[in-house]
């Protein structure tokens, strides 16, 4: 047996084999190919009243037992007041002869169901255990529910007590820069105007996504449920509405005060054609709330995208502190409301190592995001558009690609594509 006090390699020679065995590493990783985003599989096929189904699936997913609904729906209604109250109703005590809310019936079914809405689309979305001792009964629930919920009295005058009566601060966005989709007008909201709106919008259906793994067994249940749940639904029209409001940018202010706590502002943007395009609001958006996040004048940076077919749009919210700042802020990052919106002030756009680490820091998020189904199910239906160039299915062909040969040229063409800066908003608080 070899056996020796000596060092097998002398001090100099260590050095230069830790050396060596470092940039050789470091050449690896230059030359290793990027770790490939899950690239799901796509079916897809109508139900027996003609309602298109898409389902999406992944090798990862294989085993697990998730399964998520979507169920889209085109806007019927232009006033938010009405729509918010038929989703609020249909979550509570809507199931025939039941004071049990609908996710109170589902919970001990590892199950749940939840609603969104913008200004032009409308969405209920399932998720669920697809083992058969929980996807039968829960089929069963949803049948029951979903094309017949019932409107009951004592969940209307709930809802009537609850409602703010004062118009939200988003509404007056929208509104400006949608003046032909949001209705000013008030109206009087009723039981019969409600159930009458759920009619109407099961007559809407744009489509219905499937998100995660499903046996033979599985899939037959789901088709024989969705058959019989699209009997009372009907396929939207594509008849479309509304005018984008590009007039001259405006602002105005809410309260009497000169010291600003808080500013919300709008921009439409174009209907995304592309993921690098989506990937670039990704970026944009990351830069937005990390900028406003390190000045010392703000408490807090917020940035909500409504990604829908016709008339995307972007809004952000800038509480500002009157405290003494904790924060020390570089004297090039003082940034106001609407500077995000103009490519010379943009900082990920002329600063490539930022650039850089804010891709680096979205890939990083969509590594993880990108194997939950219930994120794709997201997607579906509040960022891809089935009657769009940006479908579910080429989002999923297409953003491995997208992502590997994204770069700041790309980012900086995207944005001045994406921005219609006519029509920017901006709605000041003042305390």
Known sequence: ????????????????????????IWVLNLTAPATPFPTPAVTTWKTNSGIPVIWLAQDSW?????????????????????????????????????????NQRLAPLAAKVSSYYDQESQNIGFTINSEPTY????????????????????????????????????????????????????????????????????????AIFVIGNMTKQTQKAIKASLNHLSQKLALATNDTDSIINTKSTSTSQHGQGATLIETQSAIAITPLSSVKQWLSLQVWGTDMVNTFNSQND??????????????????????????????????????????????????????????????????????????????WSNLATTTTQ??????????????????????????????????ITSSYQEIQVNK
């Open 298 to 375: 703000v408490n807090e940076a917020q940035l909500y995208l409504t990604l829908s077919a016709e008339h995307p749009w972007a809004r952000w919210i800038i509480h500002y502190t009157n405290k003494t700042p904790r924060k020390k802020t570089p004297a090039n990052v003082r940034m106001t409301a609407r500077s995000f919106i103009d490519n010379t002030q943009i900082p990920s756009i002329h600063d490539k190592k930022r650039f850089t680490l804010l891709l680096k820091s979205v890939k990083n998020q969509l590594a993880q995001s990108t194997l939950n189904p219930s994120w």
């Open 1 to 24: 047996m070899f056996s020796s006090k000596k060092p097998l390699f002398s001090r100099p020679v260590l050095a230069v084999i830790m050396v060596l065995s470092t940039l050789v």
């Open 386 to 419: 089935e009657n769009s160039t940006l479908t579910l299915a080429q989002f999923a062909k297409t953003y491995q690609n997208a992502i590997d040969t994204f770069n700041q040229d790309d980012y900086k063409a995207a944005l001045n594509s994406l921005f």
């Open 62 to 102: 294989k085993g697990s037992n998730k399964l998520e609904l979507r169920f889209a729906f085109k806007r019927n209604s232009q006033n938010p007041s009405l729509t918010s109250a038929t989703l609020s109703l249909l979550m509570g005590d809507s199931l025939p002869l039941s004071t049990s809310t609908i």
């Open 135 to 206: 996807l039968a009964p829960t089929l069963d629930i949803i049948s029951q529910w979903l094309p017949s919920p019932e409107f009951k009295a004592r969940a209307f005058e709930r809802w009537h007590r609850q409602e703010n009566k004062s118009r939200s601060i988003q509404q007056e966005l929208e509104q400006k820069l949608f003046p032909h989709q949001i209705t000013t007008k008030t109206q009087t909201i009723t039981l019969a105007a409600i159930s009458n709106n759920y009619k109407q919008l099961t007559h809407q259906t744009t």
